[in-house]
């Protein structure tokens, strides 16, 4: 079993939609999540950084950890079809050792 | 600020020869590097950590003859790909630890590996 799971998509929405994005992880050890942004051959870029449960607000985007469940999720409110990329999800215990779910692929239509 | 940068962004070599790629930090000093590689349609996997001064230490299954690193300066980390073969390529992505606060990692754009 992976220790972190994210459906790979592909996720297609008409622009203006509101996207959901979520992971499950195995690990009850994990305290850290992250949300990074891949646009194609570019290096992740993060978007967003949670310290155990709880919601976190950023504009446009929302971050939601239910440590209880094992489950993260990641909301995008009047998506652009810039928000087209691969979102990944990511975990650490605290120490520099991330785990990545396998990015889920999104496109947002015009 | 915060900015890793990467040389070269594709490099398409032949079976057998060794490629170098650079990993700098640019606007801030990075005691911690990391290299990670990325397959089509997978997500990233952690092939060792960097610490300058020190000799890597490399995740269990990573051929620490084969991909040799080094981190010679605050700024800079190498990655040398030796004896390359067309399973080598992929996408290696570098990462550098600021250090000012936890988990906050800063990703290189990244190199196509393409062995011919």
């Known amino acids: 079993q992976k220790e972190v799971e994210q459906d790979p998509g592909p996720l297609s929405v008409p622009e203006g939609a509101i996207v959901s994005l979520n992971c499950t992880y195995s690990?009850?050890?994990?305290?850290?999540f992250m949300w990074y942004r891949q646009y194609s051959r570019k290096g992740p870029e993060l978007l967003m950084y949670t310290y155990s449960s709880g919601n976190k607000e950023d504009g446009r985007f929302t971050a939601q950890v239910d440590k209880s469940s094992k489950y993260i999720s990641l909301f995008i409110r009047d998506s652009q079809p810039s928000d087209s990329a691969t979102y990944l999800c990511?975990?650490?215990?605290?120490?520099?050792?991330?785990?990545f779910g396998t990015g889920t692929s999104l496109t947002v239509i015009p | 600020g915060a900015v890793v940068s990467q040389h070269p962004s594709r490099v398409i070599c032949k079976s057998g020869t060794s490629v170098k790629i650079e990993c700098r930090s640019l606007?801030?000093?990075?005691?911690?590097m990391f290299w990670y590689r990325q397959f089509p349609k997978q997500s990233l996997m952690l092939m060792a950590t960097s610490n300058e001064g020190s000799k890597a230490t490399y995740e269990q299954g990573v051929e620490k003859d084969k991909f040799l690193i080094n981190h010679a300066s605050l700024t800079l980390s190498t990655l040398t790909v030796t004896s390359a073969h067309p399973e080598d390529s992929s996408f290696y992505i570098c990462s550098a630890d600021s250090g000012r606060a936890i988990n906050e990692q800063f990703f290189g754009p990244g190199t196509r590996l393409t062995v011919l």
């Open positions: 690990n009850s050890a994990f305290q850290y």
């Open positions: 990511a975990m650490s215990k605290g120490g520099n050792q991330f785990y």
């Open positions: 606007d801030f000093q990075a005691t911690t």
